[in-house]
């Protein structure tokens, strides 16, 4: 039986949600670590630590104009550290900040530190509201620096009412903690249990916790299994596949696992699809989607014999002979914990009978209002029974969740029939005996609002009892888990149980007559076998069970397996060999037949035999070798046809393919001629998803290539795919496994080896490229330097995205040059200016004689205009200022401006007033007197609007601001208040990246 406890609704875990660091920025680049949640048992190692706390003040913040930016040296004893910031944030639209070594190019080869920390920016005005986020990690060469991706939004960080920016500077803060022990992550879950964790995507420690419940169901694990798949089916395409691929790896796995193939089997590609599930629904989602899946296969109903368990909701009339009765499943019991102090009591509490009368008669058909009694008892319960408790419940009073922190005790067996069968309903068949087993605990620490889950898991129903928490399994005391998760006030925990019905967990063997039903095979040619784990983590027939053993339940030939040195109990020189045949022709493996050989003998005795499987005249030359494993290596070797069995180390269960002996001239026109080159290629071959640039969201077409396939042989099949005659012309980019977009760098022509270099991204493989056909040869145009800009028309105002291909030396004047032939414009003569655009905000004019090496498009858009004619002839006691659309929106509280929209530069005057620059603004803007007249004006600095009226001087508010004379900086500017009415369009270059994996992910690279 399983017991959960589900979050509150709309619980988030407590964990930073982050992303690894962006490929943006060329060289090294930051790591990104989840934050520290608290100091668990085991966190951190039993040493004083060396500590300091540095602080770092960064003036003319908001003028940066650099991708990343370094502090100075700050010294920890004989540590050296920096911290390492993105101004304008790291591929997303928040503040990144990390921790890095600041002499990692002078350490020796192989130095490591471990260090806790925590960064933070100040706030200037009420330090309360600083924001301060916590980690640790163990630093090394390959990993010099680890922090934040998503450390604060920029839009808080920029807003000059926040107080984090004053005078416009920022300050900034770490406190280290360094520790010269190793890092407690490095602890070998396998080593030391036997079993692997699964790796948390950021908020997924609840599902990682319920996975690891359902995988030690043994029944469970086996029809997952046997789930039908295909051939070509991708894991991240196929619940079914991609749960096979996960149950194997933990199986066999020696490090934790990853569960994105899995997530993306479900569909859940975004944060709000995490976000729908809590745990017992999780668990509910996922029973139905393994249910439709199995739908006409051999494992159909596997699930509801599992989990699935029958109640009878009754009503019966006290006065009158009328009874009312509704029978319904269930795969899941929430019991209640307020007023119950074990799950006996909750028993109770859920068959309770509710008497109705007075006001509350029930209306019985042809007898109107009666005296009745209600309740429910149970019909059925399934083999593996979960509980759900109950902890939180709704205060009407203060209209909040709370949490109910009693103390609840739960048995280790759970009899259902105690009290002549009191849960039991009439309908019941008493002769099936309802004792249960607890098998694990679901527990959830934490409030209404967030925390954490992890797993107490005993898989073979011992006395050992295991902590499954994400990547961190360890053993723990029976007697001391329990004692914790009774919870009280002192340990607030949260549960979700899993009982297992104790007959029905190591189920007997199947009878012979049940294998000649189910197989076709007689029961005097059945014969059942142990198997036996190897050293090279391969699983084989290892010898026959005896009469005695046939007879004895799984749970005991397992133990047995364990304790016996098999091989000492053999009888025979007999050995139990599988054949697989190889046709390098096809490409095609296909199982033979089976062969007891002595093993005294050779494979020269048995080469007729063989021959005969296959079909082949009996003298035909055929090579034999050995299939030893095929993960996480292939390990295929050579057999001597000449050496005995035994010498070559040939053992009960082993796998000989073989083939025709190939000629040396006919070996080298094959891609696979012999059995180990076949699976080599088999073991690299990958499904890969085409996918073009401009359409990113799309699969166009497929491929099955092997990742040792050379850049060339990758893009002259794409090249191929798509009639393209010269492959040079085909440009690819690589996939972003965390943001799920193309990086932003393609890929440089014969920059990578082989096409698993092109699918790598930090620890993750993808499986999807992006490809581009280009109108000259990629060497070609990598010589030279695109930039994407906006220009609009001046006759159809439409705005239209250039892409100017020049040589990398060329500067901002040879840009504008050569947009002015692509470009329509409004006079031959008319002068043109290149803009920095970000967040709908003018950053930047560029010099003409600026080099366009530095520009960079990726961050901001790049927007060229005619210069008015206004413009061209200032005078001394005109200003040139910024005009930008924004909305007031509400924001805990408080109003925030949100801008929006196309801005753009204005001339005023030095006596002008408001009324004649908004009849300018209109005819400039093309907008209907009738909307006009909803406007309103404002001057707008550091994030407070002041609101003008018609007869108010412009430049008296601009004056004192002025640069150069005559230009005012971005940060003041004229404000046009009115609704946003412009379609929403996708996030582009030119907006804030919401990516939603900035709060989904909280990734490290391995």
Request: glycine residues 4%; aromatic residues 12%; contains cysteine.
């Amino acid at each position: 039986m399983t017991a959960m406890d589900p979050p509150a609704p709309n619980e988030q875990e407590d964990e930073d949600m982050l992303v690894p660091r962006s490929d943006l920025v060329e060289g090294p680049q930051p790591m990104e670590a989840p934050e520290a949640t608290g100091n668990t048992a085991g966190s951190q190692p039993e040493e004083d630590p060396q500590t300091a706390k540095f602080t770092w003040r960064v003036e003319n913040f908001s003028r940066l104009n650099v991708k990343k930016l370094y502090s100075g040296i700050y010294e920890l004893g004989d540590y050296k550290w920096r911290i390492l910031i993105f101004p304008k944030g790291n591929n997303a639209d928040y503040l990144s900040m990390y921790l890095d070594v600041g002499d990692s190019a002078t350490l020796p080869y192989g130095w490591s530190r471990y260090a806790h920390f925590s960064l933070a920016v100040v706030n200037q005005v009420h330090s309360k509201y600083s924001v301060r986020k916590e980690t640790q990690h163990q630093f090394n060469a390959r990993e010099n620096d680890w922090g934040f991706t998503s450390f604060m939004p920029l839009g808080e960080l920029y807003d000059p009412s926040k107080g984090y920016l004053v005078n416009d500077t920022c300050v900034v803060e770490a406190e280290v903690a360094v520790y010269k022990a190793m890092d407690p992550w490095l602890y070998d879950s396998k080593k030391e249990t036997g079993f692997v964790g699964l790796k948390n995507q950021g908020a997924t420690c609840y599902m990682n916790s319920l996975l690891q419940t359902l995988y030690h169901i043994p029944y469970f694990r086996k029809v997952v299994y046997h789930m039908p798949t295909n051939v070509n089916d991708m894991p991240s395409a196929s619940i079914a596949l991609a749960l096979q691929s996960l149950f194997y790896k933990l199986q066999y796995s020696d490090n934790s696992v990853a569960t994105k193939e899995l997530t993306k089997s479900f569909g859940w590609d975004t944060y709000d699809a995490f976000l729908q599930h809590d745990v017992q629904e999780l668990n509910r989602v996922l029973c139905e989607k393994l249910e439709e899946k199995m739908k006409r296969t051999v494992v159909e109903g596997a699930i509801q014999q599992l989990f699935e368990g029958h109640n009878i909701n009754y009503i019966d009339c006290i006065n009158v002979d009328y009874k009312s009765s509704r029978k319904e499943s269930f795969y899941d019991l929430q019991l209640d914990v307020k007023g119950c102090h074990d799950v006996y009591a909750s028993f109770d509490k859920y068959v309770e009978v509710e008497h109705l009368d007075g006001d509350n008669k029930y209306h019985a058909e042809q007898y109107g209002l009666q005296d009745a009694k209600k309740g429910v008892l149970f019909v059925d319960f399934p083999p593996v029974l979960q509980l759900h408790l109950k902890r939180f419940e709704y205060d009407f009073v203060r209209d909040i969740m709370v949490k109910i922190n009693d103390r609840y005790e739960f048995p280790l067996q759970l009899d259902l029939d105690r009290d002549n069968g009191k849960y039991l309903s009439p309908e019941a068949d008493r002769r099936v005996r309802n004792l249960y087993t607890l098998h694990s605990v679901l527990v959830h620490s934490g409030g209404v609002h967030g925390g954490h889950y992890y797993a107490f898991i005993r898989p073979t129903l011992s006395s050992q009892w295991y902590k499954f928490d994400d990547e961190r399994v360890t053993k723990e005391d029976m007697n001391k888990a329990l004692e914790e998760l009774y919870g009280g006030e002192e340990e607030p925990w949260r549960l979700f149980l899993k009982f297992v019905m104790t007959t029905s967990y190591f189920p007997r063997l199947f009878t012979e007559e049940e294998v000649a039903k189910e197989f076709g095979i007689p029961v005097q040619f059945q014969r059942f076998w142990l198997w036996a784990k190897r050293q090279n983590h391969t699983y084989r027939p290892n010898r026959p069970l005896t009469h005695l053993e046939e007879s004895q339940t799984v749970g005991y030939l397992r133990d047995l397996s364990n304790k016996v040195q098999n091989a000492e109990l053999r009888t025979t020189d007999d050995i139990l060999l599988f054949f697989k045949l190889y046709d390098p022709e096809k490409e095609e493996l296909r199982y033979a037949g089976r062969l007891f050989v002595n093993g005294t003998g050779k494979p020269t005795d048995i080469l007729t035999k063989l021959n005969e499987m296959a079909g082949y005249p009996s003298d035909e030359e055929i090579e034999l070798y050995e299939e030893i494993k095929f993960e996480p290596s292939v390990m295929c070797e050579h057999i001597d046809k000449r050496s005995t069995f035994r010498s070559s180390q040939l053992e009960d269960g082993d796998i000989v393919c073989f083939q025709k002996s190939l000629s040396v001239q006919g070996s080298k026109r094959l891609r696979c001629p012999d059995v180990p080159s076949f699976f080599e290629y088999r073991h690299n071959l990958q499904v890969i998803h085409f996918r073009s640039l401009e359409k990113p969201k799309e699969d166009e077409f497929c491929l099955q290539l092997s990742k040792l396939d050379t850049y060339d042989e990758v893009v002259g099949r794409v090249a191929h795919q798509l009639g393209v005659d010269d492959p040079s012309k085909i440009r690819l980019t690589s996939h972003n496994s965390y943001s799920q977009q193309p990086k932003p760098n393609p890929i440089k022509y014969r920059g990578v080896d082989n096409l698993f270099d092109m699918l790598l991204h930090y620890n993750q493989t993808s499986d999807i490229l992006y490809y581009e056909i280009l109108d000259m040869p990629l060497p070609e145009l990598q010589g030279l330097r695109t930039l994407k800009v906006a220009f609009r028309h001046a006759t159809n105002n439409e705005m239209e995205i250039y892409n100017i291909r020049l040589p990398q030396e060329s500067t901002v004047a040879d840009v504008l040059s050569d947009l002015r032939m692509k470009a329509e414009l409004s006079h031959p003569n008319a002068e043109l200016r290149l803009l920095e655009v970000f967040t709908h905000r003018i950053y930047k004019i560029f010099s003409s004689s600026e080099n366009i090496e530095s520009i960079n498009d990726n961050y901001w858009t790049l927007r060229a205009e005619e210069i008015p004619e206004e413009e061209k002839n200032l005078g001394p006691h005109d200003c040139l200022i910024h005009v930008y659309h924004f909305m007031n929106e509400e924001n805990q509280n408080q109003m925030k401006i949100q801008n929006f929209g196309e801005p753009f530069l204005m001339v005023i005057r030095e006596d002008e007033i408001l009324a004649h620059v908004k009849i300018r603004v209109q005819k400039k803007l093309h907008v209907p007197d009738e909307e006009f007249s909803k406007w309103k004006f404002a001057f707008v600095a550091q994030g407070r609007a002041e609101y003008l009226q018609d007869s108010d001087i412009l430049f008296s508010h601009f004056q004192s601001l002025q640069r150069s004379g005559i230009y005012v900086a971005w940060e003041q500017y004229l404000g046009l208040e009115h609704s946003d009415n412009s379609p929403k369009r996708s996030l582009g270059a030119n907006q804030m990246l919401e990516t939603f994996l900035a709060e989904l992910f909280d990734m490290s690279k391995d």
